[in-house]
């Protein structure tokens, strides 16, 4: 979507409050809720209202906060849904409570919301809760907080890891509450009051005003070389212009995209304005902080999920007031309020994380550039294996191209080897090529890291019945149990349904005949340590890392050279920058070419080529190990010659003829009903009706991939489009035409990423 022109915008609405004879004043309030637009309230005669300001209205018999809204619409008069006027009359109308005294929200945050409502087919309210997440009318939050002592007593204290990592985090010199240290950390309140006692830690009282230090823009700049340098310059001067423009930054892994684009964002603060960064993951990426502080001084705010209450009112706080001039987040970040916001950046811009697939279904990436060229700012979206959507706006001419080609400081590219698995199968019952396991052997031997990735979670996908064939899948949903045998459970990955693991067959009954089917990690990491019973392994992955500090610690773990060898799902794919990994062992390179996915090549590539950048980050080269079963596959051939572009291209002109996205608009309905006639039903109804036309095409109905979910039946429908026509005025009229019964629902998924 982000290459749909946004024409026609009328330059901003006056406001919308309109006196009428008898006095009061109407004016309209949108509610974070699913309703379907703004409701009219009275404004009482001696409050001054205007449009963003944020305001407790009556709703029934509750109050509510909400947001003084435009009476007349901005958007393009293909996305603006019909307006129905029913006005209530004025003598009916009701008073708002109060105004609360927070920073109004900018018409530009306003036109965003509405923008991404309409787009994406949600009742803007729901969109305008994501900006409103947090209690806006709690009181000023807890003021008590430590800092470093002055004189801290280290030579006398008892440094326990656990003491030493509060201490690494109070090193930046921030003042933190004991409930911030906690989370930080996963410490207990126990060690924070321990060091309070031990004299190192000091109480400091926390004015709520300036939570944020300053990053300078000169404290620590690169020395940048060759591309670099002009990348640098580039982008630079992209900021300097001061307008909206979106950029795209394609490296190599290591050749320094972050070190750049940390450039972008230092132009940004020179014109005192405020720069967003996302990222895909925000909770695993310690190493990102640390290096924005060694360039910039100080750490970044942060805005996902997971940040505590105090946090996320003092970084909403400090995006809305300014203070907060870089604020680094998950996608959810791109609704906080901010005052004067300047550039974005979307780090590893293809990631099928920037896409939300519930409650309000957005793709981060794309909504990023509408909100920059709605506020006129720059954007630049950052990738080594950037997506085809990307990919085409800079063909079209309309995202600009900035390549850093090679590794910085020399390092070379990993050396990619496909293992014929036919060639060189594994033992009977184990996954490792004999010839994999004596790369490993020799790469632990010189003292080199070596890195296994396998992305799937568990020990095994499938345990089956060998005496009747039964296989374990869940009663909820269309899908195998996951075996976990660490907790000795079965568990879908699809729902949160678990079960132990069932001493006989349910099904004949039969003693001993469950058998575990195929790899997950944990079966790699049996196979392994009985390989090699003096490495030092460490498990990567959500089940055994519980959070950002539990990460951030096996990510120091492995720096510091404690670890020998890493088995890992897709985190250990992330940015992560492990000098000494060598080796890289992809288990399964297969994995994920299977399914229905529009996307499954590129996907799989991306995801491929994104953990054998983990290896020879240094001076040492890397090397990296494909294990498939079908080495002629296109996305094999791609990652031996690294011949990136020549792939895209491929996949470009299998999409062309086809109208598939980027070359033409998609957008799926997802049917579901809590039985099986009434999804049927349903689907069916909306064949029926399905639109029709030059250039527009519906598929389906049929059953989902997961046909049923959390108990939930489900069917599938696609919307095709060419370019030029919008899908969104299709589906509304298609959408108002069916009448569907009430245990049926459906969900829009405009740009669908995922097909399941
Ligand atoms: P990418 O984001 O493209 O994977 P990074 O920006 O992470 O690459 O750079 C890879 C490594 O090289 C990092 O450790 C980074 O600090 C270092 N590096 C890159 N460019 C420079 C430079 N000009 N000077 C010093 N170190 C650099
Ligand atoms: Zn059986
Ligand atoms: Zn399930």
New binding site residues.
Partial sequence: MAQKPLSNIPPQDSGNLTASACGTTRISVLLPMPFAGPFDYRAPADMDLQPGDIVVAPLGKRQETGVVWDATSTLPADLAPPVTEKKVDASRLRPIVCRLDLPPLSAELRQFIDWVAAYTLTPPGMVLAMTLRLHMRAAPTPTMGWAMAEHPALETLRLTPARQKVLDLLADGNHRTTTDITNATGVSAGVVKGLANAGVLRPVSLGPERPFGQPDAHYNP????GA?QSAAVALRQTVAENRFSVTLLE?V???????IYLEAIAACLEQGKQALILLPEIALSAQWME?FSRRFGVQPAVWHSEIGQRARRLTWLGAADGSASVIVGARSALFLPFHHLGLIIVDEEHEALFKQEEGVIYNARDMAVVRGRLARFPVVVVSATPSLETLANVEAGRYRHLVLPTR??GAELPETRVLDLRDHPPPRGLFLSPELVEDIGATLERREQVMLFLNRRGYAPLTLCRSCGHRMECPHCTAWLVEHRNRKVLSCHYCDHTEPMPPTCPQCGSEHSLTAIGPGIERITEEARQLFPDARVLVMSSDTLGGPAATAEAVAKISRRDVDLIIGTQIVAK?W?FPHLTLVGVVDADLGLGGADLRAGERTIQLLHQVAGRAG?ASSPGRVILQSYAPEHPVMQALLSGDFDAFMQQEAAQRKPGFWPPYGRLAALIVSADTAVAADEAAAQLGRTAPYGEGIQVLGPAPAPLAVLRGRHRRRLLLRTHRNIAVQPILRRWLGMVNLARNAKVDVDIDPVSFL
């Fill in positions: 690169p020395v940048l070389e670099q490296g892994t290591g050749s320094g995209k972050t070190e290096r910085h400081g940015g920058h980050r």
